[in-house]
């Protein structure tokens, strides 16, 4: 069964297929996340500016290099994987450069990329919604208990905060959970990309709990470890 949120049917009418690729350096965005960017090289300027001229919808895709030279790659293949975002207030400086924010929308993945005259890439997408087995090897709803429980032990101070529970009860998908989860938390870019390429729920949820399980075993053999040190006066 494919799922669509009511936010992905109010921004895909928008959807042309041919999107230009904005390839951001260690930031992995995820639907159902907004991302706050300054813009400062002239082609990321030149994309946002066509982008916003035109309503037009972008991919992001963490960009990838080599790693013997450090070199960027850049083979079709190497894009892979995007999340389709909506630019939101952007505001250019006098400088030229631009502040925006990115809202994530769905997951999508490259098929092929379009020869363009822009200093940027374009890329044609298919659009890969969150997918949901119909026969889970997992129970769902004990599946967002145990990653809110996991998530409150490692990352809220008071997990009898009423905002816990509001959030426990909420009516939400899996999907949506996990990626709110998962970029509330500094995940490495690797983990989150991972994250974003896994559009099967079940397996997504699998990657995230099992980061939040390896986190807590870390602070529970190393507790001081993560204790938040005193800042004393300068008086």
Do not use: W
């Amino acid at each position: 069964m494919t799922v669509f949120s009511d936010l992905i049917e109010q921004e895909l009418p928008a959807f042309s297929g041919i999107v230009p690729v904005l390839e951001l350096e260690d930031r992995v965005l995820l639907p159902h996340s907004i991302l706050s960017l300054r813009m400062t090289a002239a082609a990321d300027c030149q994309l946002i500016a066509d982008a916003i001229s035109d309503n037009a919808l972008v991919a992001v895709t963490l960009k990838q290099t080599s790693i013997d030279t450090g070199y960027e790659v850049r083979q079709a293949a190497a894009i892979g994987s995007v999340c389709l975002a909506s630019i939101v207030a952007p505001y250019q400086l006098q400088s030229g450069d631009y502040s925006i924010l990115l809202r994530g929308i769905c997951r999508a993945r490259s098929v092929v990329i379009q020869e363009s005259d822009c200093p940027y890439q374009k890329a044609l997408l298919e659009l890969n919604p969150d997918f949901y087995a119909d026969q889970p090897v997992i129970h769902r709803e004990h599946r967002q208990l145990e990653l809110l429980e996991h998530y409150a032990r490692n990352f809220l101070d008071n997990s009898s905060d009423p905002t816990y529970y509001h959030l426990l009860h909420r009516e939400i998908s899996l999907g949506k959970l996990c990626d709110t989860l998962a970029d509330t938390i500094n995940l490495q870019p690797a983990l989150s990309r991972l994250i974003l390429e896994e559009h099967d729920v079940d397996l997504r949820s699998d990657l995230l709990l099992n980061f939040l399980k390896n986190k807590l075993r870390e602070q529970q053999c190393n507790p001081l470890g993560h204790a938040i040190s005193t800042e004393f006066s300068q008086n």
